[in-house]
């Protein structure tokens, strides 16, 4: 009998000094909301859009902080045609809404020509691109799903930190974020 007190005074003692370390897992779980928001026409979720490559915006419509990291969601915009290397996400799928202008989008050895309206859906592991094409602004809504480390990498770029970098440098900062360039951009590619 005595075994099993003291099989259960451990249990109970081994639970109290659990509890502190439950606690403190569940308050550091990573922040959900738990309230619906709207993002004005326009506007990017926290007033503070993305500035990167050749005069492109990106606005987070839903931010990775949302959604514990299963989605980001923002505005691209471009006036200057063409786009990102040919790349390839490990674990993000890449959904491009076009809102506005034109668009070649490769995904793996199909290149669709969109418009306004049309949808072009990309698989993680399956490399892509795309670019605008033609005169005046270009606006795509594209998600990521997972969110992965891509807003934080739109955020680093937007500060900067590919300026100091040499190519290896650079491919080494995308691989952390979850993705590789695998490719020229699609302006480049012979189609």
């Not at 959904?95 to 859906?121: C, M, N, P, R, S």
């Not at 990309?122 to 807003?151: D, I, W, Y």
């Amino acid at each position: 009998m005595q075994r099993a007190n003291f099989l259960k005074a451990s249990l109970a003692t081994a639970t109290l000094l659990a509890s502190p370390f439950v606690w403190a897992a569940d308050t550091l779980k990573r922040y959900r909301v738990d309230k619906g928001f709207k993002v004005d026409a326009g506007k990017d979720r926290f007033n503070q859009a993305i500035s990167l490559f050749d005069g492109d915006t990106f606005m987070t419509k839903v931010s990775t902080k949302d959604t514990n990291g299963d989605l980001y969601v923002y505005e691209s915009r471009r006036v200057k045609e063409g786009g990102p290397a040919l790349h390839v996400h490990f674990e993000q799928d890449e959904l491009w809404y076009v809102l506005e202008g034109e668009f070649l989008i490769k995904v793996g050895d199909v290149i669709h020509q969109v418009k306004a309206g049309d949808t072009v859906f990309g698989p993680r592991n399956v490399p892509h691109c795309f670019a605008k094409v033609g005169s005046g602004e270009g606006r795509l809504l594209m998600t990521f799903q997972p969110a992965g480390k891509m807003e934080e990498c739109f955020q680093q770029i937007s500060a900067g930190v590919l300026k100091t970098m040499n190519e290896a440098q650079q491919d080494a900062f995308r691989e952390a974020h979850g993705f590789k360039r695998v490719g020229p951009p699609i302006n480049q590619l012979k189609q």
